[in-house]
């Protein structure tokens, strides 16, 4: 296959590595010439993943000339940057092309997942069949490595999935097919509202009973917000949802884990983002789906203490003695 993947940054990076391993063409087009020079002679990305050699395969390009030529588009840009940014490629977008989007995020400014934003973008919102999503626990890092991964990826059509699917499987990537489209995309968007709030308990040094109860009540909370937007409930318990929630909420390779910590360690928000070299997507997805669930009627207290900690609201401690001073009621998703 000849495929394209759009962004060079950690995720971005690491699926070229996969699909170059497969055999495919792969272009990684990004905006760095520094970084595609970087890939294309020393086979490493000298700005995100230093150190680890990628598959010699990999073309890197700054041109979208390349896009003309490639069948399938995966779509590695930060969340709340496509809306504005993918316009600039729909000159290149092919009639047979499919969109695969592995960003994990929601639009804030149009509360909406990207599944609702991006086919409108490219022309798509009647071809269902030709946007996919892939999700789930994938360190970008570890998967550069070729450490054994699985995600998700979910189509519309359930035989276009099953394809997409086989395209991304090696011998270390397993790929299971869904056609819950926005139930992946939502597991992997929300759960970055947990993985921040483990990382606030683990910072304020609360133990491992805090941050088991954080991700289990988390889980009910995705749950619910998915349920009322039409998704699968059993998606959840999958690997874009449970498996995703367990990683970053648990692993220190997790940027929104890292930003919970340095939270709760007392640090400012401001200076930690600025301090970043990647985006850490859930602190604007917290505010997305503190908006869509109060919009909808949904009650997600974590979600709601996560926002007041971030706007400067709540302290880490306040935001502790919320969550544990309301109402008793019976436990349920």
């Given at each position: 296959m000849h495929i394209a993947v759009l962004g060079g940054g950690n995720f971005g990076t690491c699926l070229a590595h996969v699909l170059a391993k497969s055999g495919h063409t792969t272009h990684l087009v990004l905006r760095d010439e520094k970084v595609a020079h970087s890939i294309n002679t020393l086979h490493e990305n000298c700005k995100y993943l230093s150190?680890?050699?990628?598959?010699?395969?990999?073309?890197?390009?700054?041109?979208?000339?390349?896009?003309t030529d490639c069948e399938y588009w995966v779509i590695a840009l930060p969340c709340q940057k496509q809306a504005e940014l993918l316009p600039q490629f729909v000159p290149y977008f092919g009639e047979m092309t499919t969109l695969i989007n592995v960003a994990k995020g929601i639009d804030l400014k149009q509360l909406l997942p990207l599944s609702m934003v991006v086919p409108k973008i490219f022309g798509l919102e009647d071809e269902s069949a030709r946007y996919a999503v892939l999700s789930g626990p994938s360190f970008?890092?570890?998967?550069?490595?070729?450490?054994?991964?699985?995600?998700?990826?979910?189509?519309?059509?359930?035989?276009?999935?099953?394809?997409?699917?086989?395209?991304?499987?090696?011998?270390?990537?397993?790929?299971?097919?869904?056609?819950?489209?926005?139930?992946?995309?939502?597991?992997?968007?929300?759960?970055?509202?947990?993985?921040?709030?483990?990382?606030v308990s683990d910072g304020l040094k609360f133990g491992d009973n805090a941050r088991a109860a954080l991700v289990t009540r988390g889980l009910a909370e995705m749950c619910r917000l998915g349920h009322a937007m039409?998704?699968?409930?059993?998606?959840?318990?999958?690997?874009?949802?449970?498996?995703d929630l367990m990683l970053t909420c648990s692993g220190d390779l997790s940027r929104n884990?890292?930003?919970?910590?340095?939270?709760?360690?007392?640090?400012?928000?401001?200076?930690?983002i600025a301090s970043m070299n990647s985006v850490a997507e859930g602190v604007a997805t917290t505010h997305a789906v503190c908006a869509l669930a109060k919009n909808l009627g949904v009650e997600m207290p974590i979600a709601y203490t996560m926002k007041k900690i971030l706007d400067g609201d709540f302290t880490p401690q306040d935001g502790l003695k919320y969550l544990v001073r309301r109402e008793q009621?019976?436990?349920?998703?």
């Open positions: 150190g680890i050699r990628l598959c010699d395969k990999i073309e890197a390009t700054t041109s979208f000339d390349v896009l970008a890092k570890e998967v550069a490595q070729d450490m054994p991964t699985a995600c998700t990826l979910a189509c519309a059509d359930e035989k276009r999935a099953e394809h997409l699917r086989d395209i991304f499987t090696t011998p270390y990537f397993r790929c299971y097919s869904s056609t819950d489209v926005l139930g992946v995309e939502l597991g992997g968007a929300i759960k970055n509202i947990y993985a921040i709030a483990a990382g039409g998704a699968n409930f059993q998606t959840f318990m999958g690997l874009s949802g449970l498996g884990r890292q930003v919970g910590l340095r939270l709760g360690r007392g640090e400012k928000l401001d200076e930690i009621k019976p436990e349920r998703i």
